[in-house]
């Protein structure tokens, strides 16, 4: 069941469930059947989630412009969901894989 859902754009759409994951769903523009979304991203949290809130914690600053989602928790958690460039995410995929690589896990994971 879904505790909390965000529009992020015509297409794109956030939502928290009552197990503690995010799921982002997009709309198939291919599709012409209403009513049917696709999974294009989960993550689990941890936490139950009951507000999204488009903006950010901080005052608007023309040096970062990146679209944000703020949502609470029921535990009193905070956080940040942002929308990112494309060169970004690779820079912090390699940067990820380099750790991984040179840095092993707790318990070997």
Do not use: W
């Amino acid at each position: 069941m879904l505790s909390s859902v965000e529009i992020l754009d015509d297409y794109t759409f956030l939502g928290a469930a009552n197990n503690s994951n995010i799921t982002s769903l997009q709309n198939n523009e291919g599709v012409y059947t209403m009513g049917k979304l696709d999974v294009v991203g989960k993550y689990h949290l941890g936490e139950f989630i009951n507000k999204f809130q488009h903006g950010s914690l901080v005052p608007y600053s023309d040096a970062c412009r990146i679209p944000t989602v703020t949502f609470g928790s029921a535990g009193g958690v905070i956080g940040i969901i942002a929308s990112l460039p494309r060169e970004q995410i690779e820079f912090l995929e390699k940067l990820e894989t380099s750790t991984t690589a040179m840095i092993d896990g707790v318990g070997d994971l």
